[in-house]
């Protein structure tokens, strides 16, 4: 009763915090709740859990770290708190697993107890040495509240499991330079061998430029950072959670970071502190000169190419050498308040980890979910050659659609009835666009797609839906959108209309795909050709568990036909106590 009166108490106080949203994203950089930090959490509610996503049984989690394969095991790592459901004391906390689907906990792998990183262990990755030895990078505050870079090794390297990790006394190995912003020094990249050299990269600020800071070393201890940064653009802001990684000009694999020829590009991501959300590019890395160049065809900057264009923040890929392909972590912050994780007892998910490989034309990344987690699908059901005229909205029965996987093909007749883009419209980016014509916003072609987690009444839904506009000459835009405006009845949550285009061209080929993973409080959405990415957070009041419905809709003059439907109950995975 004692800790049930404390929790009312500081629940009541909380009333009177602010939920701040900035430049149309999550909430920018972590805030603090001390009074919340190590409130454990009276009862978990279960009501918007995941089912089929990474999560732990309680209290907060966020950036997954150091993924790796080692010993026959996937193993993760990641920020969590394990005395309650906000931000605070942060620990790695570690799980295994052989498919990426079923999870073992283990103890956590690193926690604050040595000076160089008593005030925080922060986020990093982790490398495989010669001889299959691995280590941990990552970011500890020290007494003086400086981003400092250790190291972490396993106390035992032939134990698959990793079980425990040892802080050697001769960290830090990097520390932040004189003049240097020691509070924005963190996140050091998985370390490559090139050159007869160890590079990694941290991520960093000068001024307004994001910055990504080369460091070198012969033996992984010593290391020495190079005059010039590795890659920086201006106006973005304080880079977090850099991912630097090879990708093949041709197919589908993944290639090791050390990898370097003249078949191979370079990938450069960048978390941004300011908005909460990530971009990448994509170009050449110039050995002798040790710097990376974007191509000229891509934007560098807060407009540029995303690997998700919704909740995704934090994300970190590795290389799998059991399957040859390179893995995608990415965080899903919750939507609602922090006064409601804590009521709930938890927040965060990580997304189903996802094969990234470069597209045929070598413009942008495809991203599509691991072939590991069909095995999870359950009851199936199919819908073919259903038509969808203006206003029509057709329910798919038959499995849970609270908790599903559903992949479909819409087929277009013709794109006459395709809008105009309105010039107007070009200083508007897909999320604003997508807000300004959502899916009850009659369309010529489209808005046509899915009503996921919708109530019997459509009272609430969660559409992911595209409309199409006629630009100029014959080209036509693709809009996909995951607009969580009418998600929930509950007023005080975050509900963004997000949004990406799609490049694809529709002049030979009229039609288009959309698999999306449905999961309580979660939808991932991945569009046409696995080209554009969308996730959402939602909390629906009435639309939950066995009152959850799934439609396909169109609210479009042309009429749209569902070609194929094929949608799946999923199963939890026997093993979760991540």
């Not at 792998?109 to 280590?135: E, Q, V």
């Not at 250790?150 to 499991?161: C, F, G, L, R, T």
């Amino acid at each position: 009763m004692d800790t049930l009166k404390k929790f009312l108490q500081v629940l009541l106080l909380a009333c009177c915090c602010v939920f701040v949203i900035k430049n149309d994203a999550v909430e920018a950089s972590h805030n603090v709740y001390p009074e919340f930090q190590s409130l454990a959490a009276v009862k978990v509610n279960r009501v918007h859990r995941t089912a089929f996503h990474f999560q732990p049984p309680s209290n907060w989690i966020n950036d997954p770290n150091g993924p790796m394969y080692f010993g026959g095991l996937y193993h993760l790592f990641y920020q969590y708190n394990p005395k309650g459901a906000v931000w605070g004391n942060i620990v790695w906390a570690h799980s295994v697993s052989k498919d990426l689907i079923n999870w073992e906990a283990l103890e956590p792998a690193i926690y604050p107890s040595k000076p160089f990183d008593i005030n925080g262990c922060w986020s990093g990755s982790a490398t495989i040495l010669p001889g299959n030895k691995p280590i941990i990078l990552y970011t500890g505050i020290d007494p003086q509240n400086r981003q400092v870079q250790n190291y972490a090794i396993p106390a035992n390297a032939s134990d698959p499991y990793l079980r425990q990790w040892i802080k050697p006394d001769n960290n830090p190995l990097v520390v932040p330079d004189a003049g240097m912003n020691a509070t924005a020094f963190r996140d050091p990249t998985t370390a490559w061998w090139i050159d007869g050299h160890w590079k990694m990269l941290v991520g960093g600020r000068r001024k307004h430029r994001g910055v990504a800071h080369l460091y070198r070393s012969k033996d992984f201890m010593h290391w020495v950072k190079a005059h010039h940064p590795f890659h920086s653009a201006p106006h973005t802001g304080m880079w977090e959670c850099p991912d630097f990684y090879p990708v093949p000009l041709v197919g589908k694999f993944g290639l090791d970071t050390s990898n370097f020829g003249v078949d191979v590009k370079h990938v450069m991501k960048v978390s941004l502190d300011e908005t909460r959300y990530e971009y990448y590019t994509i170009g050449k890395y110039f050995l002798e000169k040790d710097r990376y160049v974007p191509d000229k065809a891509l934007v560098d900057g807060w407009s540029g190419l995303r690997y998700d264009y919704g909740n995704f923040y934090a994300s970190k890929s590795f290389f799998d050498p059991a399957k040859s392909r390179r893995i995608l972590w990415g965080w899903a912050n919750e939507s609602d308040t922090s006064q409601e994780d804590v009521a709930k007892g938890w927040a965060g998910i990580q997304t189903i980890p996802r094969v990234v490989w470069l597209s045929p034309d070598r413009k942008q990344l495809l991203q599509w979910p691991i072939e590991e987690l069909e095995t999870l699908r359950g009851q199936k059901v199919e819908l073919n050659i259903q038509k969808l005229k203006l206003g029509d909205y057709v329910e798919v029965k038959g499995i849970t659609a609270a908790q599903a996987d559903v992949d479909v093909l819409f087929s277009i007749p013709s794109l006459d009835k395709a809008e105009d883009f309105d010039p107007s419209w070009t200083s508007l980016d897909a999320q604003r666009l997508c807000g300004l014509k959502g899916s009850k916003v009659q369309g010529g072609l489209g808005p046509f797609g899915l009503l996921t987690l919708a109530s019997q009444n459509l009272e609430e839904f969660t559409p992911v839906f595209f409309r199409i506009f006629k630009a100029q000459g014959s080209r036509h835009l693709v809009l996909m959108c995951s607009d969580a405006t009418s998600s929930s009845l509950q007023n005080n949550l975050y509900k963004p209309s997000f949004a990406g285009f799609v490049d694809i061209d529709l002049t030979s080929y009229k039609k288009l795909s959309l698999r999306s993973l449905i999961d309580h409080s979660v939808v991932e959405s991945f569009g046409p050709g696995a080209k554009t990415c969308i996730t959402s957070r939602v909390y629906p009041t009435l639309a939950v568990n066995k009152e959850a419905h799934l439609f396909v809709f169109n609210n479009g003059t042309e009429t749209i036909t569902v070609e194929s439907l094929t949608a799946w109950s999923m199963n939890a995975p026997k093993q979760m106590n991540a």
